[in-house]
């Protein structure tokens, strides 16, 4: 099993940056791949980005070139840098990883962009 914490949200403005981060339980070298989702109220969760074991990402086409999502197999940690915010960025993230063919889930972390 996978236990995700994330952690880093927060209040920005629009145009403003953010990191969150993802820390697992347990190594996350072998973990097939790691991501963010984001749920905004009343909608449904979307994929925002993913990472592979080797490293090969994904993003969602409303966040390329505003987000990189890394991860820190040392720290057991999935990272995801936010710039350029905007208020549709507002959501709860979610850290997810895939691992064994199970799905796990963080309890999420707030996101507001507003001014």
């Known amino acids: 099993q996978v236990q995700l914490v994330e952690s880093g949200g927060g209040l920005v403005q629009p145009g403003g940056s953010l990191g969150l981060s993802c820390a697992a339980s347990?190594?996350?070298?072998?973990?097939?791949?790691m991501g963010w989702y984001r749920q905004a109220p009343g909608k449904q969760r979307e994929l925002v980005a993913t990472?592979?074991?080797?490293?090969?990402?994904f993003y969602v086409d409303s966040v390329k070139g505003r987000f990189t999502i890394s991860r820190d197999n040392a720290a057991n940690t999935v990272y995801l840098q936010m710039s350029n915010l905007k208020p549709e960025d507002t959501a709860d993230y979610y850290c997810?990883?895939?691992?064994?063919?199970?799905?796990?889930w963080g309890q999420g972390t707030q996101v507001t962009v507003s001014s």
């Open positions: 997810y990883a895939n691992y064994n063919l199970r799905d796990y």
């Open positions: 990472i592979s074991s080797g490293g090969r990402t």
């Open positions: 347990r190594s996350i070298f072998s973990i097939t791949v």
